[in-house]
Nanobody, 124 residues
Framework: VQLQASGGGLVRPGGSLRLSCAAS????????VGWFRQAPGKERERVSC????????YSADSVKGRFSISRDTAKNTVYLQMNSLKPEDTAVYYC??????????????????WGQGTQVTVSS
């Protein structure tokens, strides 16, 4: 039972990346799934989240209009599409799951299963 985050890399400002969060050993559709990021010396930040109950989405103000989250039930994967990337988006990105319907706007401690992280670097 695990989450595997992938898709990170080096991209120029203004570029795009798509991160994947693939689950093995369990079905993601019953969980709220969040994407988080942590830059060196900064606290972990919730970036985007999709609720289990109705697939409604939450995005942090810092990424609204640029990032979007989606779920592919058949592939048991949640994606984070990141467009118009900025240097300040540089961080390690993690995905995590929660059984709570309040997780997307609640405490990060609601998320109990975490992937290993994937590095995103935005630089010219």
């Amino acid at each position: 039972v695990q989450l595997q985050a992938s898709g990170g890399g080096l991209v120029r400002p203004g570029g795009s990346l798509r991160l994947s969060c693939a689950a093995s050993g369990f079905r993601l559709r019953g969980y709220s799934v969040g994407w988080f990021r942590q830059a060196p010396g900064k606290e972990r930040e919730r970036v985007s989240c999709i609720k289990a109950s109705d697939s409604s989405q939450y995005s942090a103000d810092s990424v609204k209009g640029r990032f979007s989250i989606s779920r592919d039930t058949a592939k048991n994967t949640v994606y984070l599409q990141m467009n118009s990337l900025k240097p300040e988006d540089t961080a390690v990105y993690y995905c995590a799951t929660s059984t709570s319907i309040y997780a997307c706007t609640g405490s990060q401690s609601d998320f109990v299963r975490w992937g290993q992280g994937t590095q995103v670097t935005v630089s010219s």
